[in-house]
């Protein structure tokens, strides 16, 4: 396959908030963080001028990427025009129909059969502005994906990986564990991107494996009952939880499962936030 065309020399001034990746190291390394790809389907967001996306081409069997600015998708189809296996899709992530792209094609499966997607990869320099829109996207809609690998603001990386108990920790933390498991690989200095940000990024990790399951709570009340408890930071966990149940029930919830009404939810690890949960929905009920 031939190589792709390198960016002019004078590239036109970015917009959309966007910072392109221009360390080849860096392309590189964040690239094997995905690890072998050569049998899998990857999900670019937010390819840029392709520093990524070169890389991908050579090494994955089938790779779609997402990118919102019209003229570099255009210029990404002309790159990528002799590779058969690379898809550019111009268009916006947070509003693009995932099952179109992953979901079963006319004919390919008998009517009547239920369709289970072939899991995908993700790797994605994600502008800041619409960082954790876009990952509780890809959260939402885990069944399409099985590892994550994104780069983002070095703040908003600590918060994922944060533990119960630590300042950094709260929703953004929860939802992602409560998906998968998470990992901070390593930081970027500004110098690897142009134009250079003015913080650090760092690479991060999701390697997919939801635990509602394991909890035994139902997803999408145990997520609503999350945004709740950490409504309001400087709140403790009785004050937000109070908006919702009565104080009878809430006061019962947390004597049975142990947790004291002066706890705020960041102290809370997932397990008993899932334990208290549970003693709400039964002593409610």
Known sequence: MPKVAREATNPRKPKLGQHFLQSEAAALRIVEALGDVSQETVLEIGPGRGA????????ARRLIAVELDRVLSAQLRMNFSLYPNVEIIEGDFLKIELDTVFGAKPGSVRTGLNFTPEPARVIGNLPYYITSDILLRLLENH???STIVIMVQKEVADRLAASAGSRDYGLLSATAQLYGRVEQLFTLP???????PKVQSSVVRITIKPRAEALRVPEAEFIAFLKLGFGQKRKTLWNNLKARYDEDTLRGALVKSGVKPAIRAEALTLERTAALF???AQTGS
């Open 52 to 59: 990524i996306t070169e890389l991908l081409a050579r090494r």
């Open 143 to 145: 069944r399409y994906f």
């Open 190 to 196: 500004p110098s690897a991107f142009n134009p250079q």
């Open 278 to 280: 549970r003693a709400l």
